[in-house]
Nanobody
Framework: VQLQASGGGLVQAGGSLRLSCLSSGRPFSKYAVGWFRQAPGKEREFVAAISGTGGTTYYEDSVKGRFTISRDNYKGTVYLQMNTLKPEDTAFYYC?????????????????WGQGTLVTVSS
């Protein structure tokens, strides 16, 4: 399974970005997908995850109410809509997939990883 993350960029604080994660895995609905991020000098951390059907979502506390994870199984794509961005959201964002429909918070649960896409939020 290959994953391709895109959509990162430079945005001012308070702005929005939408990240996309295109997957080659099929049927796509059997894969839960998570987004993780790694800021400079910090460990990678969980951001959000979604079940294979899209019916269950998880969020890290600091992004609740600002970020929304969603998916389009026909397109094989998961999205991360990020609103009200803050400078502390600056990081490389990675998408990951696991061959189970149930999403997880922890990195070892995900077998497949995409390359990172850089999000920079200026103050």
């Amino acid at each position: 399974v290959q994953l391709q993350a895109s959509g990162g960029g430079l945005v001012q604080a308070g702005g929005s970005l939408r990240l996309s994660c295109l997957s080659s895995g099929r049927p796509f609905s059997k894969y839960a997908v998570g987004w993780f991020r790694q800021a400079p000098g910090k460990e990678r951390e969980f951001v959000a995850a979604i079940s294979g059907t899209g019916g269950t979502t998880y969020y890290e506390d600091s992004v609740k109410g600002r970020f929304t994870i969603s998916r389009d199984n026909y397109k094989g794509t998961v999205y991360l809509q990020m609103n009200t961005l803050k400078p502390e959201d600056t990081a490389f964002y990675y998408c990951a997939a696991r061959e189970y429909s149930t999403p997880k918070y922890d990195e070892p649960a995900y077998a497949y990883w995409g390359q990172g896409t850089l999000v920079t939020v200026s103050s």
